[in-house]
């Protein structure tokens, strides 16, 4: 078994932006730089024989880059509590045409489908124990964060791998975009 997710990396140079939001929330447990990036679709635990139907789904996607614009802060709550802290995604067609993609190629790999509506953004912090004050501060202080734009010139399958203090993410296999090549992600990096 394998725990697996679809998700766009964070280059350098906009993690380090993402980095420096870090910090200031007692009691929030914040996301390692390293661990910074977009989801485009939670698949969870599968047999390695689905991950390898999986990765040849998420193969054929064809699809144009574009670029990735962070802006702002917020919070997302369950039950009246908040429970996570991220920073916000500038609406973008080329993106939400790629997530349906990957959504599309999952299903027909046999995932069932995504249940949650896509709501792009990258996780900064877990909050669960973090005082609701504190946050809806600092959101109002980041409220104006802004990124320079990112290139996404391809995406990646992720391995999960659970750790006593937090996860631990490697991109087991990238997709290009059309027109991209991987030699491009080498450059990012």
């Known amino acids: 078994m394998v725990r697996l997710f679809v998700a766009l990396p964070i280059d350098d140079g906009t993690r380090d932006e993402l980095a420096g939001l870090a910090g200031g929330i007692p009691g929030a447990r914040w996301v ?12 969870g635990e599968v047999e390695n024989v689905l991950a390898d139907e999986l990765d040849e789904a998420l193969a054929t996607i064809r699809a144009k880059p574009f670029e990735l614009k962070l802006r702002g802060v917020n919070v997302f709550e369950k039950a009246g509590r908040i429970h996570s802290l991220y920073a916000g995604v500038e609406r973008c067609e080329r993106l939400s045409h790629l997530q349906s993609k990957v959504e599309t190629a999952l299903q027909r790999a046999g995932l069932p489908p995504e249940r949650k509506k896509f709501a792009p953004h990258v ?15 600092f959101v109002q202080a980041h409220n104006l964060f802004r990124a320079p734009p990112q290139p996404v010139n391809h995406f990646s399958l992720y391995s999960s791998r659970l750790g006593k203090e937090q996860a631990h993410y490697v991109a087991e296999v990238d997709y290009a975009l059309e027109g ?9 990096h």
């Open 123 to 137: 996780t900064l912090a877990r909050t669960e124990k973090a005082a609701p004050d504190k946050l809806i501060a």
């Open 32 to 43: 390692p730089p390293e661990n910074y990036h977009l989801t485009l679709r939670f698949i």
């Open 180 to 188: 991209a090549s991987l030699a491009a992600r080498a450059a990012e």
